[in-house]
């Protein structure tokens, strides 16, 4: 009898501790995604006769099939906008919020749903701000949820997939669609429509992702990090043109800018006049930094004439660096709203190195 229990026993352990086992391996990552709206979000109002905000952030979840196999999913809804109504004040919130999900110790990454329009300028404030080495992946769509062939779920699949791999690690903020993931200081939108509208110009892709699994191919080399302040301060971002007179400068200057960002020619020069007007802007104590409309290189002190890069610098403006200007503006923001900003520390801050 003791016999026959003892083997009646173990028969039964052979059948527990393998069964638990497997439980143990179905405790799945947690991840947060976060929705602000954007396309994803969107199905076509005949009403309207275009796409608009439709979509809540279950609904998003729910028509990601395999998701709930790879990860445990937690949404919080932030906004259901289009992105071209998004705001820096709109991003210091959804910054604040990000950074105490990933606070959590059960939170392994947060995804980001957000329009593709300004997506790329909201993922390097964030980048900027975030104070975290957990991954946030920005994620939207081309095609709203009511297309032919949607790319949202199959991009958020991804962006989920990016957060729990190990693969993954080490990159920050991203903006991962169509496969392919970019960093948020390089990342631009380069076409309308396409859904290969991303791309990270010369500093290159720093992975891609197929068959569920992810392939690095770069590291993120840079990562310039400030506080997130309480409130940002007035900094346009104005076009120079051929003819400017540097009016747009003067204006800005005169209704109380605190900065301003110069979208300029080439390596970053501008015109007698406009040169003039920055001029004018150092004096009144305004910060100026020039960019360039050129969407490769860089800007530098190269030519010395009234308006080239060198004088720029010598009259006190900065230069962008590898900055697009539109994400120069975003750091300036950032930079004068800290205290005890100086001008070298605003240089490091801009120094691609």
């Known amino acids: 009898m003791k016999n026959r229990f003892r083997w009646l026993t173990l028969i039964l352990l052979l059948f527990v501790l393998p069964a638990s086992a497997a439980d143990k391996g179905t405790v799945l990552p947690n991840v947060v995604v976060v929705t602000t709206g954007g396309t994803v979000a969107m199905k076509y109002d ?4 275009g796409a608009v905000p439709a979509v809540s952030g279950r609904d998003l979840i729910a028509a990601v099939p395999g998701l709930e196999k790879i990860a445990s999913i937690e949404t919080m809804e932030f906004s259901n906008i289009d992105s071209s109504q998004m705001t820096p004040e709109l991003w210091r919130n959804l910054s604040a ?6 606070e959590r110790s059960d939170v392994q990454g947060v995804v980001v749903t957000h329009g593709t329009d300004t997506m ?7 980048e900027t701000t975030l104070q975290s080495e957990k991954p946030v992946v920005f994620v939207g769509a081309m095609r709203s949820a009511s297309d032919l062939s949607a790319d949202g779920p199959a991009n958020i699949f991804n962006a989920v997939l990016q957060a729990i791999s190990p693969d993954a690690q080490g990159w920050g903020v991203t903006v991962t669609m169509n496969q392919y993931i970019n960093s948020a200081r390089y990342v631009r939108k380069d076409n309308t429509t396409n859904v290969q509208t991303f791309t990270s110009g010369e500093h290159g892709y720093l992975g891609s992702i197929l068959g569920n699994e992810v392939f690095r191919y770069n590291n993120v080399h840079i990562k310039k990090r400030l506080p997130l302040p309480a409130a940002l301060p007035k900094v346009p971002l104005l076009t120079t043109f051929p003819g400017d007179d540097g009016e747009l400068i003067r204006h800005a200057v005169n209704t109380g800018a605190r ?14 006049e406009v040169f003039r007007a920055i001029q004018y802007a150092v004096s009144k104590g305004v910060v100026v930094i020039v960019g360039s409309q050129v969407r ?3 800007v530098y002190a190269l030519y010395g004439y009234e308006g ?18 539109s994400k120069a503006r975003l750091l300036l923001m950032l930079a004068l709203a800290q205290p005890g900003m100086t001008p070298e520390k605003l240089r490091a801050l801009l120094d691609p190195r």
């Open 97 to 102: 919020r990000v950074q105490k999900l990933l």
């Open 46 to 49: 005949p009403a309207s006769g």
């Open 259 to 272: 900065g301003v960002v110069i979208e300029g020619a080439g390596a970053g020069n501008v015109n007698t």
């Open 120 to 126: 790329a300028e909201g993922a390097f404030f964030l």
């Open 308 to 325: 080239g890069g060198s004088s720029l610098v010598k009259a006190g403006a900065y230069l962008a660096g590898d900055l697009s200007p």
């Open 296 to 298: 490769s290189g860089g």
